[in-house]
């Protein structure tokens, strides 16, 4: 059984693949002051990355994270390493010209062949692979959009070949791009040989370890729950969200959680390679952000066991509770294609940030000092935005030139994403309407164990979780970002903001930012 303790280190109640097939190791807080040319707050792909550029190129690095190494967001994800990107490219010209489009594949590309070099050379087990990638649509969907993807790939660089259909054999897919060279690994076995070589490299690596304040300047530094302060030249926070931006990077990306099912299937039954199409389901037409592929898959080792790992069933982060029939949407889109597939053993969500204009944000932050760095917004492709962020920071730290910077720039105005920024903002101003509205139940007495739900004390809406004990938790049902009303999600046990993504454990204990603050108890 899964218990409290357990879910603390990790992002949700439901164990990833990469959770369950890896060891997390043991927390190791700080516990005294110190310092270091840079503090990296974030110990997943992006600020692993950015302390192991660091360190090998003679800076002393400190890292922080408030849980286990890559237990955030990084192990949620299904680790597929691509330049065939959520957002369209031919999206990605209309929003950034030709040029920035080249720029994407570029850095994305670049992403790749840094994970594939740093596994050789540090010897890192994480059962990386390259592979193909193909991208098709739903049935009965004309080419246009396809074809239109594939003239604006040619014209970015990308090595893609158009066929006939995707290797599905029992499935017509209809026409495909193939896209070369892409890959896949273990996220989780990857961060902690990154780990290791930034230990390796004199960097220090502290967990368990909350960051509750981050400030740049002459005398920039970290402060830390416990009241531990970490100086440092620069900081970099690498949190999947900024968590030391109060406002300003929030209105420009909007969080989104997505379902992923692992189903075993007989060894050799799928051809490897990664799959993704284009298909909406029904009442998602209108999603303003982005032509994200719904339905992402790729295969998996556990032990001498292949998994189909397939995502999708994208939604606004607590702005929907249907997640059994999301799950089993999933599965029945994979037995159409693939009727081999058998039980499923895996199920799990995360949540993915999507910039209004489709690239990541990645640089100095714009209401900071000079010295203070951000990565965020991966859309999708968190792997790759994150070791984008690992060298293109790194680099301007150091002053190097990075042809990146201006593309990927937090300060970039998005004005041809004028629309979908509004449409996103007026969605989180729709959120605060929960003040007014009534609880989700009439009274604590119809919460079952293991359960919680919103609900309406006089003036004040609390968020009660009942344990499998019975005993009821209350809180306050504001998150402390910017007072919003927090959803229950019950899929992974926690309490997630439909504003800007701040997700709560069961017992109100803050899992991801932009919060840095649990959720109040509620006294008497």
């Given at each position: 059984?899964t218990?409290?303790a357990d879910?603390k ?12 097939t890896?060891?997390g190791?043991?927390l190791n ?8 040319d840079?503090c990296?707050v ?5 600020g692993?990355t950015?302390a192991?550029t660091?360190?090998?190129?003679g800076r002393?690095v400190v890292?922080l994270d408030?849980g286990l190494?890559?237990r955030?967001?990084?192990?949620r994800t299904t ?13 990605l010209?209309?929003?950034?010209g ?12 670049a ?9 050789r050379?540090?010897n890192?087990?994480?059962?990386f692979?390259r592979?193909?990638?193909?991208l098709f649509?739903?049935?009965n969907?004309?080419?246009k ?5 594939y003239e604006?790939c040619l ?7 158009w066929?006939?259909r995707?290797?599905?054999e ?9 896209f070369?060279?892409q890959a ?10 990154l780990?290791?070589?930034i230990?390796?490299a004199?960097g220090?690596i502290?967990?368990g ?6 400030k740049?300047?002459?005398?920039a530094?970290?402060?830390t ?6 100086r440092?030249g620069?900081?970099?926070v ?7 931006d109060?406002?300003v ?5 909007s969080p989104?959680?997505t379902y992923?099912i ?6 050799g039954?799928?051809p490897r390679?990664?799959?993704w ?16 592929p719904?339905?992402y898959v790729?295969l998996a080792?556990?032990g001498?066991?292949?998994?189909l790992i ?5 939604h ?9 029939e ?7 889109w994979?037995?159409?294609?693939w ?8 199920r799990w969500?995360g949540?993915?940030m999507?910039?209004?204009?489709g690239?990541g944000?990645i640089g100095?932050n714009?209401m900071?000092?000079?010295n203070?760095?951000i990565a ?10 994150g070791t984008?962020?690992?060298i293109l ?8 030139a990075?042809a ?6 937090p ?6 994403a004028?629309g ?15 003040f ?6 009439p009274?604590?007495?119809e ?5 919680g739900?919103?609900?309406r004390?006089g ?8 344990d499998d004990?019975?005993v ?10 910017l007072k919003c ?9 926690t309490?997630?903001?439909?504003c ?5 454990d069961c017992?109100?204990?803050?899992m ?10 509620v006294?008497g």
């Amino acid at each position: 059984m899964t218990t409290h303790a357990d879910q603390k280190e990790r992002a949700g109640k439901n164990l990833s693949l990469w959770e369950a097939t890896s060891d997390g190791g043991q927390l190791n807080p700080l516990r005294e002051e110190t310092q270091a040319d840079i503090c990296v707050v974030g110990a997943g792909i992006a600020g692993l990355t950015a302390a192991y550029t660091l360190a090998r190129n003679g800076r002393s690095v400190v890292v922080l994270d408030d849980g286990l190494i890559g237990r955030g967001m990084t192990g949620r994800t299904t680790a597929h390493i691509v330049n065939a990107l959520d957002d369209r490219y031919y999206e990605l010209e209309r929003l950034h010209g030709e040029e920035g489009a080249r720029l994407a594949a570029d850095s994305h590309t670049a992403a790749i062949d840094f994970i594939e070099r740093v596994a050789r050379e540090e010897n890192i087990d994480c059962q990386f692979e390259r592979l193909d990638g193909y991208l098709f649509e739903p049935p009965n969907e004309p080419a246009k959009n396809l074809r239109q993807e594939y003239e604006a790939c040619l014209r970015a660089g990308i090595s893609v070949e158009w066929i006939a259909r995707a290797p599905i054999e029992a499935f017509e897919t209809g026409p495909a791009i193939r896209f070369r060279n892409q890959a896949q690994f273990h996220p989780l076995h990857y961060l902690r040989g990154l780990a290791n070589a930034i230990e390796r490299a004199g960097g220090r690596i502290f967990t368990g370890t909350r960051v509750l304040d981050v400030k740049g300047g002459e005398a920039a530094h970290v402060t830390t729950q416990e009241g531990h302060t970490v100086r440092a030249g620069s900081v970099v926070v690498a949190t999947n969200t900024p968590i030391n931006d109060r406002y300003v990077m929030h209105t420009k990306q909007s969080p989104y959680m997505t379902y992923v099912i692992g189903m075993r299937i007989p060894s050799g039954s799928v051809p490897r390679g990664l799959f993704w199409d284009t298909a909406q389901e029904a009442g998602q037409e209108d999603k303003a952000i982005g032509m994200i592929p719904y339905h992402y898959v790729r295969l998996a080792k556990e032990g001498a066991d292949e998994i189909l790992i397939v995502g999708g069933e994208d939604h606004k982060t607590g702005q929907a509770d249907d997640f059994d029939e999301r799950y089993q949407r999933l599965e029945a889109w994979t037995h159409l294609r693939w009727p081999t597939a058998g039980e499923v053993v895996f199920r799990w969500s995360g949540q993915v940030m999507e910039p209004v204009d489709g690239l990541g944000y990645i640089g100095r932050n714009p209401m900071d000092k000079e010295n203070v760095y951000i990565a965020t917004g991966d859309s999708g492709n968190g792997i790759t935005h994150g070791t984008i962020a690992g060298i293109l920071i790194p680099d301007l730290i150091m002053g190097r030139a990075n042809a990146w910077a201006t593309v990927y720039d937090p300060a970039r105005k998005s004005l041809r994403a004028a629309g979908d920024f509004a449409h996103e903002n007026l969605n989180v101003a729709a959120q605060y309407r929960d003040f007014v509205t009534g609880g989700d139940v009439p009274s604590a007495d119809e919460i079952k164990p293991g359960h919680g739900a919103v609900l309406r004390h006089g003036l004040r809406k609390v968020a009660a979780y009942r344990d499998d004990e019975g005993v009821l938790h209350e809180m306050t049902a504001i998150c402390p970002h910017l007072k919003c009303i927090v959803h229950w999600n019950g899929n992974e046990k926690t309490w997630d903001c439909p504003c800007h993504g701040s997700r709560f454990d069961c017992r109100g204990h803050v899992m991801n930012g932009p919060s840095v603050s649990d959720l109040a108890p509620v006294d008497g």
